[in-house]
């Protein structure tokens, strides 16, 4: 059939003045979107554009008759045949005319603007119950409350159709209001801690205990199927509570979590009879014993994911085997170092469906048919992508692995001392590897070796054997880091632990990889220049921030001065989270920062000669972000209690270690529409 002409996607003006009075044109109003949609014909069929490619794709016709009046008919269908639902925005930012006339009479020859498409958006009236419909398909939190902000039906419509909810931060919100807010939530992210609690930076005993929410969800959600935790305290007492009050909880994942034991996790195998996810990592727990895994029932079979990788205690192997033999819908499955390779092989055979595996520990010896028989079992994983765990491995063994490592987009040898010879040899058989995480052992040549094997390389993650140890002869250097950059340029996201770095290596690696994302950057010795020139390290972290223009997250080390906070003002228009350690040289850094990036949701600042000038510079600012972290710096105590008389939103409070008079050892600022906290330790001054 022939096509029709195409409109603009602003204006909507027709490219030729004949149109049909029966086409409907779909309008895009300043959408940010890589898609967007030119024109609907006659017969239903949309013109669906990529901004970038130019290329064109359509959109089949919906199964109604087109008519005056069905606007959000075509609203819903758009949205639904949509293969990319992170293009959901769309549903803010459309409006449909029976002609584009209509269009020109509101506004002839000039593109609309967003209050314009406010109010059209307004003037077109959405039954409820598509609305809602149209809604529970959007799946992004962020697209959800951009939606709820258009008018008073649609903060109603996502209200009711929300059933997944993310709260970066327990204290800026009660659970009482969320409540109140969303009738039918089942799932809930929850995070606690600030996030230098993982570097032992937040006292124990600071808060966060999930109890208080607990409580309310009984009352409230007792559909609930799914909680995530993060740096929040729970107790095995709460962990009883979460199993007997909520009969159909399904997901339970715990990260960096404290308070609780191997006890309290029994109570979760016992009573949770629908249970799909158990993932228990990096807590800071009591681990008692492994008799927790003993505590499935014999019937029990729904378990998809199971992740005890960082346990410690040996658990009952026979109990596990029968285990993932029930479970035969089991995808995930990653055990600690007390699993071993004869163990891992029958694991294996139980279960040839994983996607994701967690090794355990490569011992004992194995015999010939041994080795066969573990070869054998990783080659019939036909549907492996992740691999992780691999203690103590070594040359003798890592070649049972080279079977599964075709299909391999995530490997995670974080715990892995592997040298950079038998690195290499395995590299060779990922091919397609997103995702790699590896131990500063495989030196430069390691990381030349990925250089060459990896090309589709998005993300990497170097972490130091023993960041402590200053007499330590392997690592890596600014040499891998640009090896790594010339073979792998669809790299997004880097952390980088080393010792020695220079300016020009930095620009190198942008250069080569100008799309990062997130770039961090840690050089382990405090106040390190730049080895080679001994100049500050300010045009390395310039270069970033100039060729980077996707940059969302950013860490910064070495010796720096304030010209470096001077270009990621001026440069870092899309920076969301800035962490900065033994940096500036004066209040002017900060400020620089704060008056610059106007998307930026967390500071993170640590030893750094920012004082009251620096703090109160981005007073208002501080009310359109997540969070401010500040400990060691030269804030003092008047100054915060300024901030918190001029910002009476903000929660101000200052952790009081040291039993100083006049300093604010640590301080952390937080917006919140729960007001100040009700569980505040004694070290915890709030202001």
């Avoid at 055990?335 to 139980?350: D, E, G, M």
Wanted: aromatic share 10%.
């Amino acid at each position: 059939m022939t096509q029709p002409a195409l409109s603009s996607p602003t204006t909507g003006h027709p490219s030729s003045p004949e149109k049909s009075r029966t086409q409907t044109d779909l309008v895009v109003v300043s959408n940010p979107l890589p898609y967007h949609c030119t024109s609907v014909a006659a017969t239903g069929e949309i013109t669906h554009t990529n901004r970038s490619s130019g290329s064109e794709r359509l959109i089949p016709p919906p199964p109604f008759s087109l008519r005056s009046g069905d606007e959000f008919l075509w609203l819903f269908w758009y949205t639904k045949v949509s293969t990319n639902l992170h293009h959901s925005q769309d549903l803010v930012l459309l409006s449909c005319f029976e002609s584009t006339r209509e269009l020109e009479m509101k506004k002839p020859k000039e593109s609309v603007d967003l209050m314009d498409s406010s109010e059209l958006i307004q003037s077109t009236v959405f039954p409820d119950e598509v609305l809602e419909k149209v809604l529970a398909l959007v799946i992004s939190h962020k697209d959800r409350n951009s939606a709820s902000l258009v008018n008073k039906d649609w903060y109603n419509a996502e209200r009711w159709t929300r059933t997944k909810l993310f709260i970066g931060n327990c204290y800026s919100v009660t659970p009482e209001i969320v409540a109140r807010r969303f009738p039918k939530i089942k799932s809930i992210t929850l995070k606690g801690k600030p996030r230098f609690s993982d570097f032992d930076l937040v006292p124990v005993n600071w808060g966060a205990d999930i109890q208080v929410w607990l409580d309310v969800f009984a009352k409230v959600y007792p559909f609930l199927e799914e909680l995530r935790l993060k740096r929040m305290a729970i107790t095995d007492e709460s962990l009883e509570f979460l199993a007997k009050s909520f009969h159909g909880f399904k997901v339970l994942s715990l990260l960096s979590c404290d308070s609780f034991s191997t006890d309290g996790i029994g109570c979760i195998a016992t009573h949770c009879k629908s249970l799909t996810e158990l993932d228990i990592q990096e807590n800071g727990m009591d681990d008692i014993n492994g008799s927790w895994l003993s505590c499935f029932p014999d019937d029990f079979a729904s378990l998809e994911v199971l992740n005890f990788s960082s346990l410690d205690s040996e658990v009952c192997f026979n109990a596990l085997e029968r285990l993932v033999s029930r479970c035969k819908s089991m995808r995930v499955l990653k055990v600690n170092k007390n699993i071993n390779l004869v163990h891992l092989q029958r694991l294996l055979v139980a279960a040839p469906q994983l996607m994701e595996l967690g090794t355990g520990t490569f011992y004992p010896r194995l015999t010939s048919r041994q080795y066969a028989e573990l070869e054998s079992a990783f080659s019939n994983c036909k549907q492996l992508h992740t691999l992780s765990g691999l203690w103590e491995a070594t040359s003798r063994y890592l070649p049972v692995l080279y079977a599964a490592c075709a299909s391999l987009t995530f490997l995670n040898l974080s715990y892995a001392t592997i040298q950079s010879g038998e690195f290499s040899k395995l590299l060779a058989h990922c091919p397609n590897l997103r995702r790699l995480w590896v131990l500063d052992t495989v030196g430069d040549k390691g990381l030349e070796a990925v250089g060459t094997s990896c090309p589709l390389l998005e993300e990497l993650r170097v972490f130091p054997l023993d960041p402590f140890d200053e007499d330590i002869v392997h690592g890596v250097t600014e040499s891998g880091f640009v090896a790594v950059s010339a073979g792998c340029p669809k790299l997004q996201y880097v952390l980088y632990f080393c010792r020695q770095m220079t300016n020009a290596a930095v620009a190198t690696v942008v250069r080569n990889c100008p799309d990062f994302t997130h770039f961090r950057l840690c050089i382990m010795d405090p106040g390190q220049p730049d080895y080679l020139t001994n100049e500050p390290m300010d045009e390395a972290f310039g270069a970033v921030v100039k060729t980077c223009k996707k940059l969302q997250r950013l860490s910064v080390s070495g010796l720096l001065t304030d010209l470096t906070f001077e270009y990621i003002g001026e440069y870092a228009k899309n920076l969301e989270i800035l962490s900065v350690a033994f940096a500036g040289g004066s209040d002017w850094g900060m400020e620089c920062v704060l008056k610059g990036c106007s998307k930026l949701r967390k500071l993170e600042i640590r030893d750094c000669p920012f004082g009251n000038p620096a703090l109160l510079s981005g007073m208002e600012k501080y009310e359109s972000m997540r969070c401010l972290w500040m400990s060691a710096c030269h804030v003092t105590l008047n100054g915060c209690r300024m901030l918190a008389l001029e910002k009476p939103r903000l929660n101000v409070e200052v952790i009081r270690e040291k039993n100083s008079d006049d300093y604010a050892d640590k301080l952390y600022v937080y917006r919140s529409v729960a007001g100040a906290r009700r569980d505040a330790p004694p070290f915890v001054l709030t202001l």
